[in-house]
């Protein structure tokens, strides 16, 4: 009997041991056809050019290793895409169960432990969507010890982000405080690092986290309940709670300003358009310091400002060299061109400008209807290097040259009539016909001063803007004062002020046109169309009779 079971137990060890033989048999076999879906030979390209790179770090300072390092970045995502490329067909049939390339969870695990060797990994970007990238430290570890500090600790922050992704396929994979955690270490990066080259890189992320923060995801946005009526939308307690923990936690975060204009607007069905467009426009890189400084222009705004700065240096270096015919050429091409990019600006930036339907909302220079003077004193002190300025017009501001910008800047290369002209136009700095009562002799002196330079200049190219702005002082002028209080002070044979007023510009300009004008009007008051007959003088002089 014993030894009947001496030899059961011994075939027993033997078939185990043939079991487990065979299934290791069988793993090994499905280990060797994993790894024989990989091309080596440009596996082995990726390794090489790390290589080549650690041996060039080795004799670099700071500055060169982070230039070897945006070099490397190029030359590795090339590799990593033409890796993903050679493997196209591996990777989209990771899933499918009747294809030859499915993996199990075993077989992944198999897969990576094999591409670690490499520095890479299978990553799942979404349900059903692998990408071969490298492993999160990969960067982080190779630069670490050669690169400038702002180098060092992006790539520091970046490897510790990319251990635990949060976001994938529409979800959020961390808690929202993790994800406050991560803007607000963007944000620490931009202070301690306003100048670094990947300043702009740090903003752009810094940004993801704040709609994923404020507006959530697809699958889960931070408001609910009205989709069918924007009047039921309502911020979960629990996000609510975190916002008001944000807040609370950190007041001084710009992020806080997006908190409270989601809190104030989230019943908008387009809320979340308008968060994007107000962090495009105002939180891009420079975006939060240039609204300190008081410049409240968007980055596309900005970057059209820097356009016009650039070709004012150009005109100047055109005008040192040029004749004054060629002056006057390049003047009007300038002119006309500043005049394209400034309605651009005025059109991007219309809101914060409160042009047009935007006047009666709380903006830039606009609160609770009135002007806040602080505010655009601060933005005109910005725009000042740039001969620009916003002024106020009848629906909002707008964005336009100093009044003496076009002058100053061609003064010394044009022709006479050109100078005159421009020299002129940069006196009209104030609304003398809105403020006509204050003004009246001062719009006396422009219309002479008109009416003298269509005489000298009678052939100029600015004749016709020359003769509107003359033609409108001068209506202003002569209806301003030929009101019916003038005709009955006349009737009576009295002299009110407007009488004293024209008496004052005829002796003054006793050889002005507008003069044989207003002695038409005096010498004529008593007639019913009076004003018939004095527009008709005016319009045969607008009309060059």
């Not at 970046?158 to 405080?177: A, C, H, Q, R």
């Not at 050429?329 to 930036?349: A, G, H, P, R, T």
């Not at 290097?385 to 010394?412: A, M, W």
């Amino acid at each position: 009997m014993k030894k009947i079971l001496i030899i059961i137990f011994t075939i027993a060890i033997f078939v185990t041991g043939g079991i487990f033989g065979y299934k290791k048999i069988v793993a090994d076999e499905r280990e060797k056809k994993i790894i024989k879906m990989f091309n080596k030979d440009i596996l082995d390209n990726f390794v090489e050019n790390k290589k080549s790179v650690t041996e060039r770090l080795k004799t670099s300072n700071p500055e060169e290793a982070d230039k070897i390092y945006n070099d490397y970045l190029k030359i590795s995502q090339l590799i990593i895409e033409n890796i993903n490329t050679e493997h196209l067909d591996f990777l989209n049939n990771i899933y499918n169960e009747d294809s030859e390339y499915y993996f199990t969870e075993k077989d992944w695990k198999t897969a990576n432990k094999f591409l670690n060797n490499y520095d890479l990994e299978i990553f799942e970007l979404a349900e059903t969507e692998v990408k071969i990238m490298e492993v999160p430290n990969y960067y982080y570890n190779i630069f670490k010890d050669y690169v400038t500090d702002d180098y060092r600790e992006y790539l520091e922050i970046t490897y510790k982000e990319n251990e635990e992704p949060y976001f994938t396929d529409g979800s959020i994979l961390v808690s929202y405080d993790k994800i406050a955690d991560r803007l607000l270490t963007w944000e620490n990066f931009l202070k301690k690092y306003p100048n670094s080259d990947l300043a702009e890189i740090a903003n752009e992320k810094c940004n993801i986290y704040r709609r994923i923060y404020i507006l959530g995801s697809d699958n889960a946005p931070t408001r609910e309940g009205g989709w069918e009526n924007n009047e039921l939308f309502y911020i979960p307690e629990n996000n609510l709670k975190e916002f008001n923990r944000f807040i609370e936690k950190y007041p001084d975060s710009p992020t806080v300003e997006l908190i409270k204009f989601y809190l104030e607007n989230y019943k908008n069905i387009d809320v979340d358009t308008l968060l994007s467009e107000k962090i495009d426009k105002e939180f891009y890189l420079g975006g939060i310091e240039n609204r300190e400084k008081g410049n409240f222009f968007s980055k596309e705004s900005n970057d059209l400002l820097e356009e016009f700065k650039k070709n004012k240096e150009e005109v100047i270096n055109k005008l040192k060299t040029s004749s004054k015919e060629a002056a006057d050429e390049i003047f009007q091409e300038y002119s006309k061109s500043n005049e394209e990019l400034l309605e651009k600006i005025n059109k991007i930036d219309a809101e914060m400008l409160n042009i047009g339907f935007y006047k009666d909302k709380n903006t830039a220079f606009y609160k609770d209807e009135n002007i806040e003077k602080d505010k655009l004193d601060k933005q005109n002190k910005f725009l000042n290097s740039y001969g620009l300025e916003v002024v106020p017009i009848e629906d909002g501001f707008v964005l336009t040259e100093k009044k003496k910008f076009y002058y100053n800047l061609f003064k010394n290369f044009v022709t006479n009539d050109y100078r005159e002209f421009l020299r002129l136009y940069s006196e009209e700095d104030i609304d003398y016909i809105k403020y006509f009562d204050k003004y009246v002799e001062i719009i006396a002196d422009r219309i002479v001063a008109w009416e003298k330079f269509l005489e000298k200049y009678p052939d100029s190219n600015f004749r016709k803007m020359a003769n509107d702005i003359y033609q409108e002082y001068r209506r202003t002028y002569i209806f301003g004062l030929t009101s019916s209080e003038t005709r009955e002070s006349l009737m009576n044979g009295k002299a009110n002020e407007a009488v004293k007023e024209f008496n004052r510009f005829i002796k003054k300009y006793p050889n002005s046109p507008t003069s044989d004008i207003i002695k038409y009007y005096l010498e004529n008051y008593k007639e019913e169309d009076i004003d018939t007959l004095i527009s008709k003088k005016l319009n045969k002089n607008y009309e060059g009779e």
